[in-house]
Structure formats: C-alpha cells, structure tokens
C-alpha cells in the first residue's frame, strides 16, 4: 500500500467504447488489482447533467450501461469503492463553496471545457449552461472530497484537473492547509492516450459514429472493422503502405499481443515485423483486418462475456452502487467538516 488515494469517473451519456477502454479502463483496473491504492470510481451522474438537462432518462439508463462496463473490465467491489455522484450532497457543498475560489474568466479559458463547447454549438448555440461552464468546479469537489492523490484521466481532462489543482491551492492559501494537492495521470501506451475511430477522426465518440463498444456483439465488432479506414494511397498489395494515421495499425500496436501473433498470424513475431512488411510493400489490408478481427474478438469477448452475465440481474449491480455510495459519503461527510472548520463554518462543534 502506498498513500495514494484514487478518484475517477465517467459520465453516463452512452455505453463505454474501446477508446475508454485503453485510455482508462485498464488503468483503472491495473491500479485497482496493484493494491497500492485505496480507489474511488464514480458514476458522475449529476455532471452528465450538465449538458443533458433535458434528458434525465438516457443519464438514468447510462449509469447502469457505465456500471455494466466497468465491472465487466474488472472493477471488483471489494477493491474499489464504486458509487453515484449525486447521491453524495457533500459534492455539491463543496462545489458551491469552491465556486468562490475560481473566476469566470478562468472557467471560460480551460481548454477542456472550451473545446466542449466548441463541439456542442449546435445543442448549446450561445447558450451554455452555467452547470456545464463551471463542471470544472463540481470535479475538484469530486476529487478533494476523497482526499485523491491519483486522478487517471484521458488526455482531454488534464485542463480540467489543472484547475482542480488551482481551487486546491487557493483554498489551503486562503483558508489553511486543508485540501489534498491531486496529479493527474494518463496511460502509459503513446496511441493508446487516444484511440482514433474506425473512421480515422483523431477522436472516438458516440456522437461522432466511429466506435467499437465494449458490449458489441461478435457480428457487430467484425462489420466495423471490415469498414475501417486504412491508407488510402495503399491500392494494390504491392504498393508501400502507410502505418501512420492508419487507425487499423494504432489499434493493432494497442491491440495485438504475442500471443495473438503466435495464434491468428505466425509469420510475424509482433507488431513491429507486420507494421514494417506493411511499410515496404507486398501486404494486402484484407489480411491485417482480419488478423485485427481475431485480436479484438479476443479482446472483447470475456468482457462481453461478463457483461451479458451481469446484465441479467442489474438488482445485484444497483446493490453494489449503493453499498459503494454509502462507503463513499462516509469518506466525503469527514473533509465537509474539515472544510467547514477551515472555512470558520463550524458553528455548532
Ligand atoms: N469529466 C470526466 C469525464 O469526462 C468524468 C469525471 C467526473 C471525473 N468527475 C471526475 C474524472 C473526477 C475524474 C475525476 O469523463
């Protein structure tokens, strides 16, 4: 056991993509089974809200999906402490406690928040919703609430955990050492911080049509590969490909294990020696994709093996939510009051 202490979360706005996959998932369930941390995961609920107002039910639906996901990969809880955000009330104190700490010109200069909005012009038009706006606010109560030492994020979300530690450092400023200072970190694998879509686009998400879900059937995940991009330039086998923004090879370099190599294609040892025939010429794109069907097959399979198996009794998944927001308000009542004595706010004793 070391000291550090994990919190992160995911915002239930759809089922859980191979993009969360390597860029956080397996982290998360690395860090989990290492048993040097003590670990927080969350369903942020009350910020998938933010941006989804007006659609409590897809919020309501996603947070068992998300759930699903997660244990699925192998979040076990009797290792981590799995729970809902809104079910904690001492986020949304400190939230409004923190709001004093950061400027509207702050909150409307970080990059994460800048580019959502960016995305979301045609839902918010000029109108942001000041929940949304100031989320960045609402995430530093998510990860001080819990003392987080440790916060593995995707590459997007290091803004946002930048101005956590900021609302950490005004607050022991101002108010005397009070708060855990937090670190954000990334995974490890350079392609893996963010897996491009099937498409190509730099980016995976729903609304962009380009993922592979972790609860994809067999027959699903097979079609969209066979419509993957590669290298356009690549028209006869014998030309010279390009690996590079070649979504079939960052995905294969993520992917492919020896072991897939030893079963599903001999010839090559690993990824370097396909990657490098592919380079020089005289390998043909039916083949890589159907050695990466073999290894997303492999992949995904025990993890929507386990997830069908959950998704029979969501009873027995809501139970292991509750059980873990309970655990998890314990933790977030004691830094309230840390707070609120901090803050002079401890009227009563
Ligand atoms: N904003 C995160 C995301 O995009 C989700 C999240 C909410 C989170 N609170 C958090 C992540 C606290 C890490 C720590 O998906």
């Given at each position: 056991?070391?000291?550090?202490?994990?919190l992160?979360g995911?915002?239930?706005?759809g089922?859980?993509?191979?993009g969360?996959f390597?860029?956080?998932?397996?982290?998360?369930?690395?860090?989990?089974n290492?048993?040097?941390?003590k670990?927080?995961?969350?369903?942020?609920?009350?910020?998938a809200?933010?941006?989804?107002a007006?659609?409590?039910?897809?919020?309501?639906?996603?947070?068992?999906q998300?759930?699903?996901d997660?244990?699925?990969?192998?979040?076990?809880?009797?290792?981590?402490?799995?729970?809902?955000?809104?079910t904690?009330?001492?986020l949304?104190?400190?939230?409004?406690?923190y709001?004093?700490?950061v400027?509207?010109?702050?909150?409307?200069?970080?990059?994460?928040?800048?580019?959502?909005?960016?995305?979301?012009?045609?839902?918010?038009?000029?109108?942001?919703?000041?929940?949304f706006?100031?989320?960045?606010?609402?995430?530093?109560?998510?990860?001080?609430a819990?003392?987080?030492?440790?916060?593995?994020?995707g590459?997007d979300?290091?803004?946002?955990?930048?101005?956590?530690?900021?609302?950490?450092?005004?607050?022991?400023?101002t108010?005397?050492?009070?708060?855990?200072?937090?670190?954000?970190v990334?995974?490890?694998?350079?392609?893996?911080?963010?897996?491009?879509?099937?498409?190509?686009n730099?980016?995976?998400?729903?609304?962009?049509?380009?993922?592979?879900?972790?609860?994809?059937?067999?027959?699903?995940?097979?079609?969209?590969?066979?419509?993957?991009?590669?290298?356009?330039?690549?028209?006869?086998?014998?030309?010279?490909?390009?690996?590079?923004?070649?979504?079939?090879?960052t995905?294969?370099?993520?992917?492919?294990?020896?072991e897939?190599?030893?079963?599903?294609?001999p010839?090559?040892?690993?990824?370097?020696?396909?990657?490098?025939?592919?380079e020089?010429?005289?390998?043909?794109?039916?083949k890589?994709?159907?050695?990466?069907?073999?290894?997303?097959q492999?992949t995904?399979?025990?993890?929507r093996?386990?997830?069908?198996?959950?998704?029979?009794?969501?009873?027995?998944?809501?139970?292991?939510?509750?059980?873990?927001?309970?655990?998890?308000?314990?933790v977030?009542?004691?830094?309230m009051a840390?707070?609120?004595k901090?803050?002079?706010?401890?009227?009563?004793?």
């Amino acid at each position: 056991m070391t000291n550090d202490i994990i919190l992160t979360g995911d915002r239930p706005t759809g089922q859980l993509h191979i993009g969360h996959f390597v860029g956080a998932l397996q982290r998360r369930v690395e860090m989990q089974n290492s048993g040097k941390y003590k670990s927080f995961i969350m369903i942020a609920d009350a910020q998938a809200l933010t941006d989804n107002a007006d659609n409590p039910g897809k919020v309501r639906d996603n947070v068992l999906q998300v759930a699903l996901d997660n244990l699925a990969v192998g979040i076990d809880p009797d290792k981590s402490t799995y729970f809902i955000q809104s079910t904690i009330p001492e986020l949304t104190e400190l939230t409004f406690f923190y709001s004093n700490l950061v400027t509207l010109a702050r909150l409307q200069r970080n990059p994460t928040v800048k580019s959502e909005i960016q995305n979301n012009r045609e839902k918010f038009g000029a109108s942001v919703p000041v929940g949304f706006l100031t989320y960045p606010i609402s995430q530093a109560a998510d990860i001080t609430a819990f003392n987080a030492t440790v916060v593995p994020v995707g590459e997007d979300q290091l803004p946002v955990i930048e101005q956590t530690q900021e609302i950490v450092q005004k607050f022991n400023n101002t108010y005397g050492e009070t708060l855990v200072m937090p670190r954000g970190v990334l995974a490890e694998n350079e392609n893996a911080r963010r897996l491009p879509g099937i498409d190509g686009n730099a980016k995976m998400g729903k609304s962009l049509g380009n993922v592979i879900n972790l609860g994809d059937s067999a027959d699903v995940i097979a079609t969209r590969i066979k419509t993957m991009y590669t290298d356009p330039t690549h028209l006869r086998v014998e030309d010279p490909g390009h690996t590079e923004n070649n979504p079939v090879f960052t995905y294969l370099s993520v992917f492919a294990k020896p072991e897939h190599f030893a079963a599903f294609l001999p010839e090559y040892a690993n990824y370097a020696e396909l990657a490098t025939h592919y380079e020089r010429g005289g390998l043909g794109d039916v083949k890589v994709k159907k050695f990466l069907n073999e290894v997303m097959q492999e992949t995904l399979r025990p993890i929507r093996e386990r997830r069908e198996t959950l998704a029979r009794d969501p009873g027995e998944v809501m139970e292991i939510l509750r059980q873990g927001s309970i655990k998890a308000r314990e933790v977030a009542a004691e830094t309230m009051a840390r707070v609120k004595k901090a803050m002079k706010l401890d009227y009563f004793g």
